[in-house]
């Protein structure tokens, strides 16, 4: 493994606008998918009417989501306490359950399979920024996570990635990579380590 520069080369690493210079940063237009005040509105209906609602009020918030352009399947649960950047990226299957404290960060589409459960906490990050570039340019990447999926607690789902259909991720994984259908992952980053067993 390399060794970080000391001395003069890590002073020259470092210079400014060598990485980064966030001075250079723009939101690309069209990037939220929405006008600004569009965007605006949704983040007060989230923090006044969606997230003061009662737990048992499942059928509002899948009212309030709709309005703003989210595709909700029938019968979703969704907790009051889930984070969602922009609805009008996001589709939530029949049935599939959103728990407490779920993020779905959708700077690009989030699409949650009918009968999956997405558990407590967990993070589906649709969105990354080029490092590789000294603007630090933005990105919306997919996120696919497939139908009768089991995403436990604490879970970090990464940009670009597909979880097909059957796939069980254990609580605290990261996945970072397309898990192949009807397996159990678990770790940091994910791996197989058995296949799921369909009920009989």
């Given at each position: 493994?390399?060794?970080?520069?000391?001395?003069?080369?890590?002073?020259?690493?470092?210079?400014?606008?060598?990485?980064?210079?966030?001075?250079?940063?723009?939101?690309?237009?069209?990037?939220?998918?929405?006008?600004?005040?569009?965007?605006?509105?949704?983040?007060?209906?989230?923090?006044?009417?969606?997230?003061?609602?009662?737990?048992?009020?499942?059928?509002?918030?899948?009212?309030?989501?709709?309005?703003?352009?989210?595709?909700?399947?029938?019968?979703?649960?969704?907790?009051?306490?889930?984070?969602?950047?922009?609805?009008?990226?996001?589709?939530?299957?029949?049935?599939?359950?959103?728990?407490?404290?779920?993020?779905?960060?959708s700077l690009g589409p989030i699409d949650i399979g009918a009968h999956s459960v997405v558990s407590q906490k967990?993070?589906?990050?649709?969105?990354?920024?080029?490092?590789?570039?000294?603007?630090?340019?933005?990105?919306?990447?997919?996120?696919?996570?497939?139908?009768?999926?089991?995403?436990?607690?604490?879970?970090f789902v990464a940009p670009g990635v597909t979880i097909e259909d059957g796939v069980v991720v254990g609580a605290r994984s990261t996945v970072?990579?397309?898990?192949?259908?009807?397996?159990?992952?678990?770790?940091?980053?994910?791996?197989?380590?058995?296949?799921?067993?369909?009920?009989?």
């Open positions: 493994m390399p060794h970080p520069p000391a001395g003069p080369e890590a002073e020259s690493a470092t210079e400014p606008g060598r990485y980064l210079n966030l001075a250079l940063f723009k939101v690309p237009a069209g990037f939220r998918g929405r006008p600004g005040w569009y965007v605006q509105l949704w983040w007060v209906v989230q923090a006044l009417l969606f997230r003061t609602s009662p737990q048992i009020a499942y059928g509002w918030r899948r009212m309030l989501l709709r309005c703003f352009g989210a595709q909700v399947g029938v019968g979703a649960i969704i907790r009051p306490t889930v984070q969602v950047t922009y609805p009008w990226k996001v589709t939530i299957g029949d049935h599939a359950w959103i728990g407490d404290d779920v993020t779905l960060y967990s993070y589906i990050c649709a969105g990354d920024h080029d490092y590789e570039t000294v603007d630090f340019a933005i990105r919306g990447r997919p996120v696919r996570i497939g139908t009768q999926v089991w995403i436990a607690s604490d879970v970072v990579r397309s898990l192949e259908k009807g397996f159990v992952y678990v770790g940091n980053p994910a791996r197989a380590v058995k296949p799921r067993n369909a009920s009989v």
